[in-house]
C-alpha cells in the first residue's frame, strides 16, 4: 500500500497549518474523520471509482467505501485521503475524500 501519513495526523506539526481548522471540520456519517483517526494521502494506484461507488486499497486489501464515509465538500488539498479504523483485524473506511486522478 503507498498511503502516507498526511496533514491530518494531529501531532502539533500542523499546529500552524492554515488548513488545520479545514480538516478538524471534515466529518462523515460515522463522525468526525481528524479528531480520532489519522489521516492518509491514497495514491492513485490504490483507489477507484466505478458506478459512483468508491474502493480503496488499505493494508493490502481492497475496501469498499460506505457511501456515508464520503466527505462531498471541496478537497482543498487535491490528493485522495482515507481515514481508517479496524474492525475484527481488518481494515474499515471512516471517512474518504476523492482527490483528482491523474
Not at 42 to 70: C, F, N, T
Not at 77 to 87: E, F, Q
Request: charged share 25%.
Amino acid at each position: 500500500m503507498l498511503a502516507t501519513s498526511a496533514l491530518a495526523r494531529d501531532d502539533g506539526r500542523f499546529a500552524n497549518s492554515p488548513l488545520k481548522p479545514w480538516f478538524e471540520s471534515l466529518h462523515s456519517q460515522f463522525g468526525q474523520c481528524c479528531s480520532d483517526a489519522d489521516g492518509y494521502v491514497v495514491a492513485d494506484a490504490d483507489w477507484e471509482s466505478e458506478k459512483g461507488r468508491y474502493r480503496v486499497q488499505l493494508d493490502g486489501e481492497w475496501v469498499i467505501v460506505p457511501e456515508g464515509a464520503v466527505i462531498t465538500e471541496p478537497n482543498k488539498i487535491g490528493r485522495t485521503m482515507v481515514w481508517k479504523h479496524y474492525i475484527d483485524g481488518h481494515p474499515r473506511v471512516r471517512c474518504f475524500m476523492p482527490g483528482s486522478m491523474t
